[in-house]
């Protein structure tokens, strides 16, 4: 129980914290946007530590949050 405890709650309490500090150092239209690149940095970090190899529909999910970030900041920049 403490074991689930421990990689349950405290990842979880760390990402809220981090999460929060960003929002009041760039603000929050900002910071939501890098919410997204959570699937990313999983499928990086399963790669590199579990072995294990993405699919292509991994790599179209990847490619279509990054266009999606770069369209929101780049049509947010012409707006400003």
């Known amino acids: 129980l403490a074991g689930?405890?421990?990689?349950g709650v405290f990842p979880g309490f760390l990402?809220?914290?981090f999460y929060n500090r960003a929002v009041g150092e760039v603000g929050a239209s900002r910071a939501s946007l890098f919410l997204h690149l959570m699937p990313v940095f999983a499928?990086?970090?399963?790669?590199?530590?579990l072995a294990e190899i993405p699919q292509s529909y991994h790599y179209l999910g990847i490619t279509l949050i990054f266009a999606g970030i770069y369209l929101t900041t780049a049509t947010a920049g012409r707006r400003e």
Do not use: N
């Open 4 to 7: 689930i405890a421990y990689t």
């Open 15 to 17: 990402g809220y914290v």
């Open 43 to 49: 499928t990086i970090l399963s790669a590199v530590f």
